[in-house]
T-cell receptor
Framework: KAGVTQTPRYLIKTRGQQVTLSCSPI?????VSWYQQTPGQGLQFLFE???????NKGNFPGRFSGRQFSNSRSEMNVSTLELGDSALYLC????????FGEGSRLTVL | AQSVTQLDSHVSVSEGTPVLLRCNYS??????LFWYVQHPNKGLQLLLK??????LVKGINGFEAEFKKSETSFHLTKPSAHMSDAAEYFC?????????????FGQGTELSVKP
């Protein structure tokens, strides 16, 4: 069974730009969660989608958004990038017990 | 509100010696607790989970953890460290009534293993 797949793995953007990250969950999983990992703040929950609906949301500004498609694939978008958005963005699928992808490392210059 | 405190940011052991990574939790409910491991430039891998069954939980790669409600602790142990155990370890709590994807992570403990 294939694991959680995230694309792209690495990307570099400049301040003010926007970015879209993609996540394909484990086959059969309907829940996808997103986390931001930084050295200073650690791992923080962004949001969770289940059956195309946002089920939970963390404490992030509205520049961070996401969506889920009918095939359970999910995307997250960050608009008007700031230097502080540089992080590893992790996607996970499952409920209760989560299975994580390897992440998308975003660098904002 | 739920929270997790990992008592050591860094632990260093010699290969073949025991490993102890300490975690205390705070929860209004009887929590679900997890330990995840993250190797450099990798995602998170589940080591083990506690969900109110046996208090001593066995995980992968020889790791185990004991849930102690009276001490609100969920420490991770391994009898004999291996070089491949060097990684960052996260203690995690979730609300058992919310079986979704919202987990609360500790700040992590970096484990170094010396030859």
């Amino acid at each position: 069974k294939a694991g959680v797949t995230q694309t792209p793995r690495y990307l570099i953007k400049t301040r003010g730009q926007q970015v879209t990250l993609s996540c394909s969950p484990i086959s059969g999983h309907r829940s996808v969660s997103w986390y931001q990992q930084t050295p200073g703040q650690g791992l923080q929950f962004l949001f969770e989608y289940f059956s195309e609906t946002q089920r939970n949301k963390g404490n992030f500004p509205g520049r961070f958004s996401g969506r889920q498609f009918s095939n359970s694939r999910s995307e997250m978008n960050v608009s008007t990038l700031e230097l502080g958005d540089s992080a590893l963005y992790l996607c996970a699928s499952g409920s209760g017990e989560l299975f994580f992808g390897e992440g998308s490392r975003l660098t904002v210059l | 509100a739920q929270s997790v405190t990992q008592l050591d940011s860094h632990v260093s052991v010699s290969e073949g010696t025991p490993v102890l990574l300490r975690c205390n939790y705070s929860s209004s409910y009887s929590p679900s607790l997890f330990w995840y491991v993250q190797h450099p430039n990798k995602g998170l891998q589940l080591l083990l989970k506690y969900t109110s069954a046996a208090t001593l939980v066995k995980g992968i790669n020889g790791f185990e953890a004991e849930f102690k409600k009276s001490e609100t602790s969920f420490h991770l142990t391994k009898p004999s460290a291996h070089m491949s155990d060097a990684a960052e370890y996260f203690c995690v709590v979730s609300d058992p009534y919310n079986q979704g994807g919202k987990l609360i992570f500790g700040q992590g403990t970096e484990l170094s293993v010396k030859p």
